[in-house]
């Protein structure tokens, strides 16, 4: 596959995330949207309410990378955002729905932006030097390894329930 190609598989990748998403969701139950499959490990509320951080910080990060020069990125501890803003507390509703729409206006955006911004770079204060590139292939791939690690903990609840009736 070209360039151009691979581009525009991972642009349709990005799009697709939220769908992949939402078939993750479709199978938790409300009472598992609490549990955790082990000590320091977030349950599925968790994930979605650090896929909506993770989202308006991507948001952000394409639009600088696009748009302005001699920039520095600064990087964030999902782990300490996840303490640090009570995501058991946080809307889960809310966080979902600006998934979505975050994740559907950068979609908009990307596919509008020209190849070359691909080559577009800034320092990130802990990656070195990051390229636009490299940001599609991390976003692009985001929600679809969370949307497996709902399914992950959804196999895990499972279990666990059928431990306990045991």
């Excluded at 559907?104 to 990130?124: D, G, V």
Aim: charged share 20%; aromatic share 8%.
């Amino acid at each position: 596959m070209n360039e151009h190609g691979e581009r525009q598989t991972l642009i349709q990748q990005y799009a697709d995330g939220t769908t992949r998403l939402r078939r993750a969701l479709a199978h938790v139950p409300p009472a598992a949207l609490a549990w955790r499959p082990d000590v320091g490990e977030w349950s599925v509320h968790e994930i979605v309410c650090h896929c909506a951080d993770s989202e308006t910080n991507a948001a952000s990060r394409i639009r600088y990378l696009a748009a302005e020069r001699d920039l520095t990125l600064d990087g964030y501890n999902p782990a300490v955002w996840a303490t640090m803003f009570d995501y058991h507390n946080h809307p889960f509703d809310l966080a979902l729905n600006t998934v979505e729409a975050v994740r559907a206006n950068t979609a908009a955006l990307i596919k509008r932006l020209p190849p070359e911004t691909s080559e577009r770079h800034a320092q990130h204060k802990t990656k070195g030097r990051y390229s636009a590139y490299d940001w599609l292939c991390t976003y692009a791939t985001h929600l679809h390894e969370h949307s497996a690690q709902i399914e992950s903990n959804m196999a895990a609840w499972g279990k666990a329930q059928g431990d306990l009736v045991l």
